[in-house]
C-alpha cells in the first residue's frame, strides 16, 4: 500500500506522520511549536524529511497559505508565518515526488474521500477556527480556480465598514464566523472588551443570557454565509470543522437555509474525520486518491 | 453548418430566431409579450416551432428560472411568469430534440464562447437588471451544481434585516445590485418613494450630486458583491451584462476588487456578445459548442 509523509504547516504547530492510501494515520503524530524564523522552519523540514522519506512513496504538505495550481509554491502572503516562508522551494526539499495544498482544501478533501462528505460529489467546507478557510469539491475534484487560490472566504457581510478583518479589508465572513469574530461580537454585545470566547462557550453552559445572546448572534452570522454559499454553490452539503464547529447547531442551521436559499435543499453538518484532516487530505491528494 | 432555433422566455417578452453553431444569429428576431396564462404560453412555443423546426437540428430553450442538469425541466418557481409555467413538458413540442437552460448560464455561456470571456476558463457573469442573474463557468464548463440551481446571487449585503428581496428573505445581493435595488438605494437616499432609475441617470448626466451619490452608493454594494465572489472563485474575468451594465465604471470596479481581495488579480469587464447573448449561448449550448 502507497504511503505520504504529511506534514501539517500552521501559524503555530508543524505536525507530521505518515498516512496510508486508505487515509489511515500509521504512525505517531509528531509536534513542533512553528519557530520564528524561515530558516529554522526550513530546518526542521528537513529533519522531518530525512527521517521518514525513505519509508513513503511522496512527501505531502497540508500548509496555511494559498497553493498555485501545480501544487509545489505558495501564492501571496501566509499571515502569522515567517514572511519568507512563500518562498519556500518544497519541490528541493526530498528526492521523493513533493506535494503541497491549502490546509482547508487538504481537510475539504479527506471529508470528501472519508469523512462527512462521502458519496456527495458537491460539498463546501468551512474551517471555523481563528480565521475562516474554505474548501470548495464541485463534482468529485477539488475547486481550485484560475491560479489555485480559490475558496477564500472573504465576501462582506455588512454594506458600512463595522468591522476590520486580518485581510486589511473591511467586514468579511471570517470577521464575523471565526472565533476572533465570536470574541468581537461578544466585545460589542457586551462592552466588555476582555471577555474570551471562552467566556462565552463557558455562559452557554451555564445558561447565561446574554453569552447565548452573543452566541447566537455570531451563529446567525455563520448561517447567513451558508446561505450565500449554498445559492452560489447549490451543494449536496456544507461541511463545517475547526475548533468552533463544536458549537455548532447543525440541525438548526440545516433548517434555517433551507427555509432561506432560492436553490434546492442541502444540509449543514459537521466535519468527521478527525483533527488530523489536514495532513489525511493532503496524503490522499498526493497519492492520487479520488472517487 | 448546424442551426437552432433559439426561443428566449421571460417574464415580459418571448424572442425567438435562428442561431447557427458559430453563434451567428441567422434569421429575423421575432417577438411576443409573454401571455398571462400558461396556456397561452405554450401556444405560442408550439407556434414558433411549428414554423421553423423543420430548419434546424435542436430547439434551444434560454428561460427565466432554474433548470434541471438533464436540461429538460425547470426547477422551482419562476416569478413573474404563470405559475404553471414550471411544469412545462419541453420535449413533447417537437420531434427534434430540445434543450433548456436558464437565461443567465446562456448568456455567460455565450460570452465564454463568442464574448467577453472568450479565452479564459473561469468567469462568472453577472447580469444586471430588474433582478441579478448569475453564470458561472469553471475550468471551460458551465457550472451548474448537485441539482442545476447554481449561480444564484443571493448572498445578504447585511447583517440586519435592512431590505426585503423578491425571493422572500433579506438583503440578498440581487436586491442591492439590480435595477430594482437602483430605485430603492435611491428612495433611501433622497428620501422620494417616486424616484425611478431613470432620475438617477439623468441626474448623474446632469451632474446632480445627490444622484451621483446614489449611484455610487449602488456601485459600491456592485463592488462588494464581486469582491466576494472573486475571492470564492478567483477567476480570470467578472462578466456584467443587463440593462444596468451599461452605466457601471469597470476600471474603477477591477482597480477596487484588486485592492481588496485576498486571491490573485481579476478584471471586471463588460459583456460583449450582445442584447441576445440569452438565445446564442443556449444555441451554442444546445449544439455541442464549447471550448
Known amino acids: 500500500m502507497k504511503k505520504a509523509l504529511a506534514i501539517d504547516v500552521g501559524g503555530t504547530k508543524i505536525y507530521n506522520t505518515i498516512v496510508d492510501e486508505r487515509g489511515e494515520i500509521i504512525s505517531e503524530i509528531e509536534k513542533y511549536p512553528t519557530p520564528k524564523t524561515y530558516v529554522e522552519i526550513?530546518?526542521?523540514?528537513k529533519e522531518i524529511i530525512s527521517k521518514y522519506e525513505k519509508e513513503v512513496d511522496v512527501i505531502a504538505f497540508s500548509t496555511c497559505g494559498s497553493v498555485s495550481n501545480t501544487n509545489d509554491k505558495i501564492l501571496g502572503s501566509t499571515g502569522n508565518i515567517a514572511s519568507e516562508y512563500p518562498q519556500t522551494d518544497f519541490k528541493s526539499l526530498?528526492?521523493?515526488p513533493v506535494f503541497v495544498e491549502n490546509d482547508a482544501n487538504c481537510a475539504a478533501w479527506a471529508e470528501h474521500i472519508i469523512g462527512a462528505s462521502k458519496g456527495m460529489p458537491y460539498s463546501v467546507m468551512l474551517t471555523l477556527g481563528t480565521g475562516v478557510g474554505g474548501g470548495i469539491i464541485l463534482d468529485n475534484k477539488l475547486?481550485?480556480?484560475?491560479?489555485g487560490a480559490a475558496g477564500e472566504m472573504h465576501f462582506k457581510m455588512s454594506r458600512?465598514?463595522?468591522?476590520?478583518c486580518t485581510c486589511g479589508s473591511w467586514d468579511c465572513f471570517e470577521a464575523y464566523a471565526s472565533g476572533t469574530g465570536l470574541k468581537k461580537t461578544a466585545e460589542e454585545i457586551s462592552?466588555?472588551?476582555?471577555?474570551?470566547?471562552?467566556?462565552?462557550?463557558?455562559?452557554?453552559?451555564?445558561?447565561?443570557?446574554?453569552?447565548?445572546?452573543?452566541?447566537?448572534?455570531w451563529q446567525e452570522d455563520l448561517l447567513n454565509g451558508i446561505i450565500g454559499l449554498a445559492d452560489i454553490f447549490d451543494p449536496d452539503v456544507v461541511v463545517l470543522s475547526g475548533s468552533m464547529a463544536q458549537f455548532v447547531d447543525t440541525d438548526y442551521?440545516?433548517?434555517?437555509?433551507?427555509?432561506?436559499i432560492v436553490t434546492q435543499?442541502?444540509?449543514?453538518?459537521?466535519?468527521s474525520a478527525g483533527n488530523y484532516s489536514g495532513m489525511i487530505g493532503a496524503a490522499l491528494l498526493a497519492l492520487g486518491v479520488g472517487v
Open 42 to 45: 526550513i530546518s526542521i523540514f
Open 94 to 96: 526530498s528526492t521523493k
Open 143 to 147: 475547486y481550485k480556480g484560475k491560479s
Open 160 to 164: 458600512d465598514k463595522h468591522r476590520k
Open 191 to 217: 462592552g466588555n472588551l476582555e471577555i474570551t470566547t471562552y467566556d462565552v462557550i463557558d455562559g452557554i453552559k451555564n445558561n447565561n443570557k446574554q453569552m447565548i445572546e452573543i452566541f447566537n448572534r
Open 253 to 260: 442551521l440545516t433548517e434555517k437555509v433551507n427555509e432561506e
Open 265 to 271: 435543499p442541502t444540509k449543514v453538518v459537521k466535519a
